[in-house]
């Protein structure tokens, strides 16, 4: 519902990329159904998680506070 259907398939490669990445690839042949089931929840997560950062960032909500 977050993300206009526009936008859905290139946030959503972007979360698999990162969850294959912290899981090794793991899930790609050692998954079993149940497990995909969830792994497809986190993916729709992520990929809300990465659209509402990038909506965020271009609104300029993001503004840096303070730097060392």
């Known amino acids: 519902n977050v993300i206009p259907e526009a936008?859905?398939?290139?946030?959503?490669e972007r979360a698999s990329e990162y969850i294959d990445?912290?899981?090794?690839?793991?899930?790609?042949?050692d998954a079993t159904s149940r497990e995909l089931?969830?792994?497809i929840k986190c993916n729709c997560a992520m990929a809300e998680l990465i659209y509402n950062y990038e909506?965020?960032?271009q609104d300029g909500d993001m503004q840096k506070v303070s730097e060392k």
């Open 7 to 12: 936008d859905f398939g290139r946030v959503a």
């Open 21 to 29: 990445f912290i899981t090794f690839n793991r899930l790609k042949t």
């Open 37 to 39: 089931d969830e792994v």
């Open 55 to 57: 909506q965020s960032s």
